[in-house]
């Protein structure tokens, strides 16, 4: 994904499908299935959903359209783009980086994380499935130094490898052929999952929502939730739209990757929080488990399935392949604006984000072991990645989007852009919420945030 800035020599996506595929594949990952469920049980179940499906057609929507249609007009990645339409100021460099730089937080604790998915792999194909649904399996071992560091470098190695030996191609072949096997074996373990004794609370938690579980986080876990999980606010739609082809409708285009990826979420829910219930029984604690929800509550759905040691590896599999397709496209944008922004070579640039993932890496994954007792704002380093980057960094990025359209493109001349392949069917919608609602919300939001994690204002 270099940034040549020559449009002929520019590489692009077959048509619409190929961009679909791209960008769904860069959307599904560990924030679909590990990260969307253990928002949606804490902040609220179906309240949370239905906040989450209205943030994504609208605001979502919104960001997705700007990013892309700017990106394919300027033929750019973010940076470039910024620059293209903002000038070449202080103030347009200042919002391509806040843009490029969310990747460069999230891909190492992204590798933590992945590390642990192979883990629960490694013990699937063992057979130790008894052990790893033990209540205490999980927390040994992110506490345990040597393994959470083993398992997390070697995901960064096998993230690193593709990215050194630069095959785009396989990696595309290989998640259209993944994703689909993911989507059946989601279906069949969420059935699985919601037909237990007592899971049916579950899934009226997660599926009808009751306002007393609504708060004015879950607003802000389910737009920061909606960031990640559709890769927006970090650059990544600005290169994929200056990958995708003149006649390609934005808009269907645009759509399809949000119901895939939701699609994907609401299984992965359907998997995970009637499993709580029935499992674990629904309650508060259990139900605010946070990041390890998905590692201590599948591991028992699968010890009580039959076949279950083929069942957990296989799924462990998919859930890898998904999480390696994202880290991938992750460490491609770190390394290719390294490589563009500092002028250095593609190796040197890859070198780089290999040192920037193993020492940010290292602290998250250390966060629950040696480092334990090192807080930053009263969170654990890995919570604290997660939260500056989707929390802070993400809403002012947006902000910058919503402002280079509004300010500099200007909304008729955006409207232009997108009408050259689609109807522009939200035209209005899309006018107020990149004019008021967003900027607005958006900053209510960074406060909000900010004022809470220095404990000023409780949410
Ligand atoms: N969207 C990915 C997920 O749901 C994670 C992600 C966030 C990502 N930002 C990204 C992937 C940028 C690729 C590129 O897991």
Known sequence: MS?????AKRSSFSGSIGYVMAAAGSAVGLGNI????YLAAKYGG???????????????????????ALGRKARKSAVGTFKAYGGDNGASRLGG????????????????????????????IVGDVKEAAGDSYFGNFITSTSGSMFWFIVFAAFTMVVIFMGVESGIEKVSKF?????????FVIAIYSMTRPDAAEGVKYFLIPNFHHFSWMTVVAALGQMFYSLS?????????GSYMKDDVNIEHAGNQVQIFDSLVAILAGLMIIPAVFAYSGGTAKNLSAGPSLMFITL???????GGSRIVGAAFFVLVLFAALTSSISLAETCTSTFQDELKISRNKAAWLTVVVIFVLGSLSSLGYSALSNVTIIGMQMLDFFDFASNSVLMPIAAFATCLLVVRKVGLDKFSDIVKETSPFRREKMYRVFVKYIAPVFL???LLSSILSAFGIFSL
């Open 3 to 7: 940034d040549s800035g020559k449009s």
């Open 34 to 37: 590990w990260r969307f469920p």
């Open 46 to 68: 179906g309240a949370f959903l239905l906040v989450y499906i209205i943030l994504v057609v609208t605001f979502g929507y919104t960001l997705m359209l700007s990013e892309t």
């Open 97 to 124: 980086w806040i843009n490029a730089i969310v990747p460069m937080i999230i891909a190492p604790y992204y590798c933590v994380i992945g590390g642990w998915v192979f883990k629960y792999l490694y013990a699937y």
């Open 178 to 186: 993944m994703m689909p096997v993911l989507v059946v074996l989601a």
């Open 232 to 240: 927006l606010a970090m650059g990544i739609l600005y290169t994929y």
């Open 299 to 305: 591991p028992k759905v699968f010890a009580d399935m």
């Open 443 to 445: 900053m209510v939001i």
